[in-house]
């Protein structure tokens, strides 16, 4: 069984660009969630999908990050415009219906803005 | 609200001796989780353990511990003989207790402890 994917692996890109990251969760997981963390700090929540829908968006810095999970599988993460704080890794994470608990991590993205 | 710290950054041990990575936590919440996650050189985030407030109970697998301690709110990881594998960055994490539906599954994470083990 494939784990969750994320892509790009890396990115960088200047300041006032727009970005989308993408992530691939486990077949069949109907939790996904996005996390970030910056250089030196804790690893932060984002968001929660639940299929389609957003569970909690609480964690979103601002509204220069949009968000989507269309048809409830993969999940894009658009920065736009980008600004140098957003640089970290972000991390997305999915978990099955019945074992919410067990979350599988991808292996982020790294974000460089400069 | 709640939050985790690791006051521990940085940790280097040589081969085979024992390390204890310590995490204390604040919450409000009555039930709660706590998680250990490893973070290899690869990146991805790997689950360790889950632990409810309800179980105190210590845990052993292998060459991993775990020590809860809901008096002194801490949810500590041992390392027994640790080997060069083990070196990674170690995430204590905490999240409310949730429902079916997943709501208040998110994590909160500590800020990581980097465990280098030289041969």
């Known amino acids: 069984e494939a784990g969750v994917t994320q892509f790009p692996s890396h990115s960088v890109i200047e300041k006032g660009q727009t970005v989308t990251l993408r992530c691939d969760p486990i077949?069949?997981?109907?939790?996904l969630y996005w996390y970030r963390r910056v250089m030196g700090k804790e690893i932060k929540f984002l968001l929660h999908?639940?299929?389609?829908?957003?569970?909690?968006e609480s964690g979103m810095p601002n509204n220069r990050f949009l968000a989507e999970r269309t048809g409830g599988t993969y999940s894009t993460l658009k920065v736009q415009p980008a600004e140098l704080e957003d640089s970290g890794v972000y991390f997305c994470?999915?978990?099955?219906?019945?074992?919410?608990?067990?979350?599988?991590f991808g292996p982020g993205t790294r974000l460089t803005v400069t | 609200a709640q939050k985790v710290t690791q006051a521990q950054t940085e940790i280097s041990v040589v081969e085979k001796e024992d390390v204890t990575l310590d995490c204390v936590y604040e919450?409000?919440?009555?039930?709660?989780?706590l998680f250990w996650y490893k973070q290899p050189p690869s990146g991805e985030l790997v689950f360790l353990i889950r632990?409810?407030?309800?179980?105190?109970q210590n845990e052993i697998s292998g060459r991993y511990s775990w020590n809860f301690q809901k008096s002194t709110s801490s949810f500590n990881f041992t390392i027994t003989a640790s080997q060069v594998v083990d070196s990674a960055v170690y995430f204590c994490?905490?999240?409310?207790?949730?429902?079916?539906?997943?709501?208040?599954?998110?994590?909160?994470f500590g800020k990581g402890i980097t465990l280098s083990v030289r041969p």
């Open positions: 994470a999915s978990s099955p219906r019945d074992r919410v608990y067990e979350q599988y």
């Open positions: 077949s069949g997981h109907d939790n």
């Open positions: 999908f639940v299929k389609e829908s957003k569970q909690d």
């Open positions: 919450t409000r919440d009555t039930t709660y989780y």
């Open positions: 632990r409810n407030s309800f179980d105190e």
């Open positions: 994490a905490l999240s409310e207790a949730y429902d079916y539906t997943g709501a208040n599954s998110k994590l909160t």
